[in-house]
């Protein structure tokens, strides 16, 4: 079964990939929604050369498209219905872990081009998803975070010790509610680390992010 990852370059996503694999499945191409400028991811605030970097360690082409909020339902089906056409598609795979609302908009673009939605960490206990990923060789840094954890948490490693700082501070140890998101550094799908280019740390409008200097890699 072909499909394609809604790649966000965070842990969850990188660990759904993995899970996939692992289940038998084949990664053809990963999915990421660019703000409009098509610069900058609209979920993590990375820059589309980390995104390229990380799909070339895992040689597996990536598509950038650009949307804002307003369209970004259309074109992310229409995407969907371009990209199964071009990879022979049979699935979707996300990393969304227990909220309803996303899987049953996930569930609603699948249907619409008739693409299986597939989510492999669904509902399952959160800390112990953390843990797993640790374990199973997912580095991952903290890249943007609500006002409440600060700036003082970006650029930080996800560490087992980490997450139970978080979770002691009322925060999800996965950033589910989007307390926080990270970007994946290295893993087991990478055949070498990403190299990360220098950043400054900024907040906007009550959530703080990473500020990547341009960067061109080769």
Not at 103 to 124: G, M, R, S
Request: proline share 4%; glycine share 6%.
């Amino acid at each position: 079964m072909n499909f394609v990852t809604s790649w966000s370059g965070g842990k969850d996503s990188c660990y759904a990939l993995m899970l996939a694999i692992e289940q038998g499945l084949t990664p053809k191409v990963l999915l990421n929604m660019m703000n409009e400028n098509g610069k900058v991811s609209r979920s993590h605030g990375l820059p589309l050369s980390i995104l390229k970097q990380q799909a070339s360690k895992m040689q597996v082409p990536l598509e950038g498209i650009p949307a804002s909020w307003t369209d970004y339902e259309k074109e992310f089906i229409g995407v969907l219905n371009t990209l199964k056409e071009s990879y022979d598609l049979d699935a979707a795979v996300f990393g969304d872990i227990d909220l309803q609302a996303h899987k049953d908009w996930e569930d609603k673009v699948c249907l619409a081009v008739n693409l299986k939605a597939i989510l492999p960490l669904w509902q399952q206990e959160r800390i112990v998803l953390v843990n797993e990923m640790i374990d199973r060789g997912i580095e991952t840094m903290i890249v943007s975070c609500n006002s409440y954890m600060g700036e003082g948490y970006l650029g930080r490693i996800l560490t087992k010790e980490l997450a139970i700082e978080l979770q002691q501070l009322g925060i999800d140890p996965c950033g589910e509610n989007g307390e926080f998101h990270t970007m994946v550094i290295n893993c087991p799908l990478f055949f070498e680390p990403i190299v990360l280019p220098q950043y400054s740390k900024k907040t906007y409008d009550s959530y703080c992010f990473l500020v990547w200097e341009e960067f061109e890699y080769h």
